[in-house]
């Protein structure tokens, strides 16, 4: 199968739970919020955060060096060597889930005034996550998309169910913590059953990791410590930190959903980025270079011409979004605007970044993380007592777009190829065009569904005016076809010709 046979494959599946997921996720967001109130969601809200931030401490670049080196090896056909990764990284896995685990039930046992029943609930959900994690890991390195896919379609699905339900009733965070943790269990199950296709299980006692090939993860898992303690966590994380410092549960309600709705629309471009690492791993693997500059350079519009209209287009209806939360919400609009523009940059630098890590040169993006989330941590200070969630998002998503920018940089550089700067200029200019009619139509007609409909018939024919896409990005999208339903062919066929102007 062909490099691009293989990310057009993996992109309908992970289109199919990122869609899904985005629909049942927003669908049970704005029961939760319209049930819950803004001040009780906030509540609930941290405890995902907390057990979010958790996991990643459990999680110490682990299931980033399983999908990096799993594809590698996998890729070599030496499935001997990709099975006794994921057995040795497994078994640290656990280890580290449960004594995190441990420490968080100790301290809800020995605290009186801390919140004994959520703290346990939250200690069994850290081990689950941080499993489920490396799972979703695993199948990224076998490159089997759909594994992971179906899962979290049908966890999702039945999570999103209980939720509404629980909260229906009259129940409330204890409940819905029981139904995240149920969702959890389910993936793992449903992941679990299909690796051994891919990794040997049994007798991986006898299989050994070379010397050599050892102190790669290890710098590599060290390195993606780094990132995380300097990326991850201070463009995740420290907003709820610092608003709970200094503001409210209800600004923590407002920047949660704020920056879990804008992550879940940057899942469009997600959809196809995703995919990127475990391919350029692979690609390096196989020393092809040629391939690997035309993946990337292809990679970086595709994910532009997906994101720029998101971006631009969620933060022109942003009060009307936060509308369907409830007129409780309506303060939210501008948090919501600065997070939908905030991540623009961020949803294009993933291609560079799956460039880096793919080369094992993260070390760049561990010092320029350092520097940006020193950044973030005086931003922050500075803005959040006075400015509540508007100071949060605004120095989450300043530091993250100006990192962004700098990844880009590097990853073009270092492959000595030039970023498509016109290009993606052209595709800005087809996004705000866009974005401008959309907010016109929400302003004057007060319709978010139109707005949204007249969004998606101008931004097409301004991408076709402007020329933006090539032959190359046809090939890349046109692979896709395969794997739609064949009374779909023919219009995402047709789609695609109308997009890429010869």
């Not at 129940?171 to 139904?179: D, H, M, P, T, V």
Request: with cysteine; charged share 10%.
């Amino acid at each position: 199968m062909s490099v691009f046979q293989t990310i057009a494959r993996n992109t309908y599946w992970s289109a199919l739970s990122t869609v899904g997921g985005l629909v049942m996720g927003l669908i049970t967001s704005i029961v939760l919020a319209r049930a819950l109130g803004a001040a009780v969601l906030g509540q609930y809200n941290y405890w995902l955060w907390l057990i979010g931030l958790l996991a990643l401490i459990a999680s110490p670049g682990l299931p980033q060096a399983m999908t990096r080196f799993g594809a590698e090896y996998l890729g070599r056909e030496e499935r001997e060597t990709a099975s006794a990764i994921f057995a040795r990284l497994l078994r640290i896995e656990l280890t580290l889930g449960a004594l995190i685990a441990v420490v968080v039930l100790f301290y809800a046992l020995l605290v009186p005034s801390s919140d004994t029943a959520a703290l346990v609930l939250a200690a069994i959900a850290v081990l689950l996550v941080v499993v489920e994690l490396f799972f979703l890991a695993a199948a990224k390195g076998a490159l089997d998309f759909r594994i992971f896919s179906q899962a979290s379609l049908i966890g999702g699905f039945l999570y999103g169910a209980a939720a509404i339900a629980i909260v229906s009733l009259g129940y409330g965070i204890y409940l819905l913590l029981l139904a995240y943790i149920g969702r959890r269990i389910l993936t793992i199950l449903l992941i679990g059953w299909k690796l051994p296709s891919y990794y040997t299980v049994r007798g991986t006692e006898a299989l050994t990791i070379p010397p050599e090939l050892r102190q790669r993860i290890v710098r590599y898992i060290r390195d993606i410590i780094l990132i995380f303690a300097t990326s991850t966590i201070p463009y995740e994380r420290f907003g709820v930190f610092f608003l709970k410092l200094f503001a409210t549960d209800v600004d923590i309600a407002y920047y949660s959903q704020s920056f879990d709705l804008a992550v879940k629309s940057m899942a469009f471009p997600a959809i196809f980025t995703a995919t990127l690492l475990p391919v350029f791993a692979s690609l390096q693997g196989q020393s092809d270079r040629e391939r690997i500059d035309r993946v990337y350079l292809s990679s970086n519009r595709i994910a532009a011409a997906i994101a720029m209209p998101i971006g631009l287009g969620g933060a022109a209806v942003a009060s009307s979004v936060a509308l369907l939360y409830g007129p409780e919400f309506l303060d939210m609009a501008p948090i919501l605007a600065i997070f939908f523009v905030g991540s623009i940059g961020g949803a294009i630098a993933t291609v560079s970044v799956s460039m880096i890590l793919s080369m094992e040169e993260q070390s760049y993006i561990v010092r320029l993380n350092a520097v940006m989330a020193l950044v973030n941590v005086i931003l922050s200070l500075l803005l959040v007592p006075s400015f509540g969630a508007t100071g949060a998002a605004l120095a989450t998503c300043g530091s993250h777009t100006v990192s962004s920018a700098m990844l880009m940089a590097y990853a073009s550089r270092r492959l000595q190829v030039a970023l498509p700067f016109q290009v993606l200029g052209r595709i800005l200019l087809a996004a705000l065009t866009a974005s401008l009619a959309a907010w016109l139509i929400s302003m004057w007609l007060g319709g978010l569904v139109v707005a949204v409909a007249a969004a998606l018939l101008i931004y097409p024919v301004m991408l076709r005016a402007v020329a933006a896409l090539d032959d190359t990005d046809r090939h890349l999208l046109s692979r896709l076809s395969q794997h739609l339903p064949q009374s779909m062919v023919p219009a995402y066929q047709g789609l695609v010709a109308f997009l890429v102007r010869s």
